[in-house]
T-cell receptor, first 113, second 116 residues
Framework: AQSVTQLGSHVSVSEGALVLLRCNYS??????LFWYVQYPNQGLQLLLK??????LVKGINGFEAEFKKSETSFHLTKPSAHMSDAAEYFC???????????FGDGTTLTVKP | GAVVSQHPSRVICKSGTSVKIECRSL??????MFWYRQFPKKSLMLMAT?????????EQGVEKDKFLINHASLTLSTLTVTSAHPEDSSFYIC????????????FGPGTRLTVL
């Protein structure tokens, strides 16, 4: 069975500050890990994904995440927050290529001017 | 690219009527599509997995007779909410798997259903 825990349902940062959104997963096999972003009244858009290889993954809009197997974590970071980063962020895990993904409960990111 | 569309984007209907939502993969063939329901400020709730040419697999607690899913072709899946009631009001999102993308899902823009 697979599961995802996103620590902190709401994160608030000042513009220009570091963004850190936490995600821990549980999987019985090597996982595929994803971060998606959702803007109000829209679908989800992929930010980045980890499948195999390099554990530091870079995505769109300056975001990156590091897969840490020993910590079963896949935290999302961005060095400097922008107002346009305010959105809902979802971490997801998939155990096999053809299987369904399990999503975390989401983290709402607020960026203060 | 990998674009998924949904139609309609917004629908308002009377209680007791049925509503059909379409999900299309525009530039790739999707053997698997997923239907989610999202409540305000909540995560995605997977309703069912739709496989082309076969019956959908519903998640526990989802009424298959109420939420009819048809995946008639490699680019189209439909969700029909039958005899809709106000409690069915929600944001419905579909996604599609594109072969060779290591599990990534491509999401449609969602459909806002309001049942009066």
């Amino acid at each position: 069975a697979q599961s995802v825990t996103q620590l902190g349902s709401h994160v608030s940062v000042s513009e220009g500050a570091l963004v850190l959104l936490r995600c821990n997963y549980s999987s019985s096999v090597p996982p595929y890990l994803f971060w998606y972003v959702q803007y109000p009244n829209q679908g989800l858009q992929l930010l980045l994904k980890y499948t195999t290889g390099a554990t530091l993954v870079k995505g769109i809009n300056g975001f990156e995440a590091e897969f840490k197997k020993s910590e079963t974590s896949f935290h999302l970071t961005k060095p400097s927050a922008h107002m346009s980063d305010a959105a809902e962020y979802f971490c997801a895990v998939s155990e096999v290529d053809a299987g369904k993904s399990t999503f975390g409960d989401g983290t709402t990111l607020t960026v203060k001017p | 690219g990998a674009v998924v569309s949904q139609h309609p984007s917004r629908v308002i209907c009377k209680s007791g009527t049925s509503v059909k939502i379409e999900c299309r993969s525009l530039d790739f063939q999707a053997t698997t599509m997923f239907w989610y329901r999202q409540f305000p400020k909540k995560s995605l709730m997977l309703m069912a997995t739709s496989n082309e040419g076969s019956k959908a697999t519903y998640e526990q607690g989802v009424e298959k007779d109420k939420f009819l899913i048809n995946h008639a072709s490699l680019t189209l899946s439909t969700l029909t909410v039958t005899s809709a009631h106000p409690e069915d009001s929600s944001f419905y999102i579909c996604s599609a798997r594109k072969p060779g993308t290591s599990g990534e899902q491509f999401f449609g823009p969602g459909t806002r259903l309001t049942v009066l």
